[in-house]
């Protein structure tokens, strides 16, 4: 089974540049999230999809971020303009849609950006 | 969100047991125990997961205290690939699609 596929790997570019990042999640999973982690903390959620629904984007800094999921299926978050406190792994995660308990979290490799 | 404490490092010997603790005191009865672990430039992975009986798998056991305020997640014999951070988190089933929100995490490392 094909896990969680994010490109880039890496990206770097000056600070007020644009940026995005693309994920492709498992098969037949209709929740997606995206989570940000700055080097040395924990993952931080920014937004979590249900098919092509927003479920929660409370944490998203939108005035630069947006983040979309066309049909239900693929995921972009795009940074614009990009800030220094920007750089971090962009982890993207699915999972099957689950009204109660478990519904484990499957995370991609991570996109990593160093703004300069 | 309720909130975990885990210690921030620990040590262990390869091919030992390895404990780690998670302290959750506000957990309420709507929340399962998760724990995640992270290898290094890689992105999370699950480990197991519980509600008030401890519970196996091939990775790893989980002891839940008889309170539910604290949790252990139990290694039977630490490997080198096992250094890692290790996320306990608490995932309410009232949430739609149970967000996960991580925490600092302990960072195990493994010695030879």
């Known amino acids: 089974e094909a896990g969680v596929a994010q490109s880039p790997r890496y990206k770097i570019i000056e600070k007020r540049q644009s940026v995005a990042f693309w994920c492709n999640p498992i098969s037949g999973h209709a929740t997606l999230y995206w989570y940000q982690q700055i080097l040395g903390q924990g993952p931080k959620l920014l937004i979590q999809f249900q098919n092509n629904g927003v479920v929660d984007d409370s944490q998203l800094p939108k005035d630069r971020f947006s983040a979309e999921r066309l049909k239900g299926v693929d995921s972009t978050l795009k940074i614009q303009p990009a800030k220094l406190e920007d750089s971090a792994v962009y982890l993207c995660?699915?999972?099957?849609?689950?009204?109660?308990?478990?519904?484990?979290?499957?995370f991609g490799e991570g996109s990593r950006l160093t703004v300069l | 969100d309720a909130k975990t404490t885990q210690p921030n490092s620990m040590e262990s010997n390869e091919e030992e047991p390895v404990h780690l603790p998670c302290n959750h005191s506000?957990?309420?009865?709507?929340?399962?125990i998760h724990w995640y672990r992270q290898l290094p430039s890689q992105g999370p992975e699950y480990v197991i997961h519980?509600?008030?009986s401890n519970v196996n798998n091939r990775m790893a056991s989980l002891a839940i205290a008889e309170d539910r305020k604290s949790s252990t997640l139990i290694l039977h014999r630490a490997t080198l690939r096992d250094a890692a951070v290790y996320y306990c988190i608490l995932r309410s089933i009232l949430f739609q699609g149970g967000k996960l929100i991580f925490g600092q995490g302990t960072e195990l490392s493994v010695k030879p």
């Open positions: 995660a699915s999972s099957e849609w689950t009204s109660g308990d478990t519904g484990e979290l499957f």
């Open positions: 519980g509600l008030t």
């Open positions: 506000t957990i309420s009865g709507t929340d399962y």
